[in-house]
Nanobody, 127 residues
Framework: QVQLVESGGGLVQAGGSLRLSCAAS????????MGWFRQAPGKEREFVAT????????YYADSVKGRFTISRDNAKSSVYLQMYSLTPEDTAVYYC????????????????????WGQGAQVTVSS
């Protein structure tokens, strides 16, 4: 069982930045690919970014490419999402998720492939 706890959400003005953190309880955090997803009010959950457990591979949704950066620190069992140039369209609850991976370069942008989820962190961007 892996527990994930997000932090760092909040209210920010358009054009601002935020950094989300996700702390994992996994003993073998480095065996998990990690992802960030988000869900805005009235919308379906959508993929944001993912990173392999080696950090060698990352993948982003087109809507955040060039503005968001995913990273991880396996020694701290944590994954991060640095968000720049935020817009009101980025307003959502952001979830981190963990996916068991046997391959150091494995990752996924498919929510159903993830095994564990955090409780979410609210990000609100005002115009």
């Amino acid at each position: 069982q892996v527990q994930l706890v997000e932090s760092g959400g909040g209210l920010v003005q358009a054009g601002g930045s935020l950094r989300l953190s996700c702390a994992a309880s996994a003993r073998t955090f480095s065996n998990y690919a990690m992802g960030w997803f988000r869900q805005a009010p009235g919308k379906e959950r959508e993929f944001v970014a993912t990173i392999s457990w080696s950090s060698a591979r990352t993948y982003y949704a087109d809507s955040v490419k060039g503005r968001f950066t995913i990273s991880r620190d396996n020694a701290k069992s944590s994954v991060y999402l640095q968000m720049y140039s935020l817009t009101p369209e980025d307003t959502a609850v952001y979830y981190c998720a963990a996916k068991r991976s046997d391959w150091s370069g494995g990752y996924s942008y498919i929510a159903e492939e993830y095994d564990y989820w955090g409780q979410g962190a609210q990000v609100t961007v005002s115009s």
